[in-house]
């Protein structure tokens, strides 16, 4: 009865969400900052391939890395490699003329992290019609237009989420009819990667939750401004006294999540998030606060797209569409774990 409830209930959630939130952003997105021109990430050798990085955000610790894995990458399989990108996560119109500009530049191939997954759909096939190699990076995108997508299995990593934030619960000695609140702040309504980890989290929840632990039904949206994402966060403060629980779905919402938990030094809170940020590390190496993060292994997405990127354009095929990098959660206490610190090297 219980995952009945869950499957209409998760339903309706991503279709309210989506719906309103699309139509907030519409209304309310940030005029376009202009882009830069693509840099050369290696030496730049004529006559070797040349590969295309576009990535969501520049200027971000979790993209950085992503830039990291294609420049070593093109460096040890000997190809050219440039990269650019949008400053904002939503910023989808700059990401498509970035797409067209790789085209008229004569790229090889292409390696994209979509900034819109349903906006960017018709580019992506468009160009991939052309028979230029299209790789995927952390996030898909609503068509088969592309050749192989490296990302995070987000369903499950929102089911991770969820897991270590009961846990958390647990190991703080909370009852299971203790009156408990969690809210949640999303950076977008049409990346499929959020609206994945979102889903993960809530089926987890409603499968293993006790009925009094409760998700606000109010599912904040920043739409990539973290700053926005400060100002929600402090209306959940005020308006939920029993607030207990703060999960953030992507990079800058977990920014935003765990400045707003620093700054009212509200160690009484459990946090979860992804990725890490300068804010969400403090917290989770400290012992005063209970914060969890969800780690990717976004060096290995854009590194193992760079190789692929190169064995199509010399004729190779790829029998999958979709390679799951997996994640590492990481918490106060498992940080000297080998695998964990290994996975903390490349974020």
């Known amino acids: 009865m219980k995952k009945?409830?869950?499957?209409?209930?998760?339903?309706?959630?991503?279709?309210?969400?989506?719906?309103?939130?699309?139509?907030?952003?519409?209304?309310?997105?940030?005029?376009?900052?202009?882009?830069?021109?693509?840099?050369p990430?290696?030496?730049?050798?004529?006559?070797?391939?040349d590969i295309y990085l576009i990535t969501k955000v520049l200027d971000s610790n979790y993209w950085d890395v992503v830039v990291?894995?294609?420049k070593e990458a093109g460096e040890e399989f000997g190809c050219n490699v440039y990269f650019s990108g949008t400053y904002n996560e939503m910023d989808w119109q700059n990401q498509e003329k970035l797409l067209d500009k790789c085209v008229s530049l004569g790229a090889d191939a292409i390696i994209l992290?979509?900034?819109?997954?349903?906006?960017?759909?018709?580019?992506?096939?468009?160009?991939?019609?052309?028979?230029?190699?299209i790789i995927l990076v952390d996030t898909a995108a609503n068509t088969d237009g592309y050749d192989i997508c490296y990302m995070t299995d987000n369903l499950l990593a929102g089911n991770e989420a969820a897991q270590e934030m009961l846990n958390q619960f647990h190991s703080l000695g909370f009852s299971n009819n203790d009156e408990i609140t969690v809210g949640i702040l999303v950076g977008s309504a049409t990346s499929q990667t959020i609206n994945e980890r979102l889903a993960g989290f809530y089926q987890y929840w409603s499968l293993n939750a006790?009925?009094?632990?409760t998700i606000i039904s109010d599912i904040k949206n920043c739409n990539g401004d973290i700053q926005l994402g400060d100002e929600l966060i402090e209306s959940l403060l005020d308006d939920y006294p029993n607030l207990k629980g703060l999960y953030g779905t992507n990079n800058g919402p977990t920014k935003a999540l765990a400045q707003v938990v620093s700054e009212h030094e509200r160690n009484d809170i459990v946090l979860v998030g992804f990725d890490y940020s300068d804010e969400i590390k403090s917290l989770v190496e400290s012992p005063d606060y209970h914060a969890s993060?969800?780690?990717?292994?976004?060096?290995?997405?854009?590194?193992?797209?760079?190789?692929?990127?190169?064995?199509?354009i010399n004729g190779s095929s790829i029998?999958?569409?979709?390679?799951?990098?997996?994640?590492?959660?990481?918490?106060?206490?498992?940080?000297?774990?080998?695998?964990?610190?290994?996975?903390?090297?490349?974020?």
């Open 4 to 39: 009945n409830r869950f499957t209409v209930l998760i339903i309706l959630i991503l279709f309210i969400f989506s719906s309103c939130s699309k139509k907030e952003s519409e209304g309310n997105q940030k005029q376009e900052q202009a882009i830069p021109d693509f840099a």
């Open 68 to 70: 990291k894995g294609a």
């Open 293 to 312: 993060t969800i780690l990717q292994r976004q060096y290995f997405m854009s590194y193992k797209g760079v190789q692929s990127a190169l064995g199509l």
């Open 210 to 213: 006790p009925d009094s632990w």
């Open 41 to 49: 990430l290696t030496e730049i050798v004529e006559g070797r391939s």
């Open 113 to 133: 992290a979509p900034d819109d997954s349903i906006e960017l759909a018709p580019k992506i096939e468009e160009i991939h019609s052309q028979n230029i190699p």
């Open 319 to 347: 029998d999958i569409r979709f390679e799951d990098t997996g994640v590492v959660t990481v918490n106060n206490k498992n940080l000297s774990d080998p695998e964990v610190k290994s996975v903390i090297e490349n974020n």
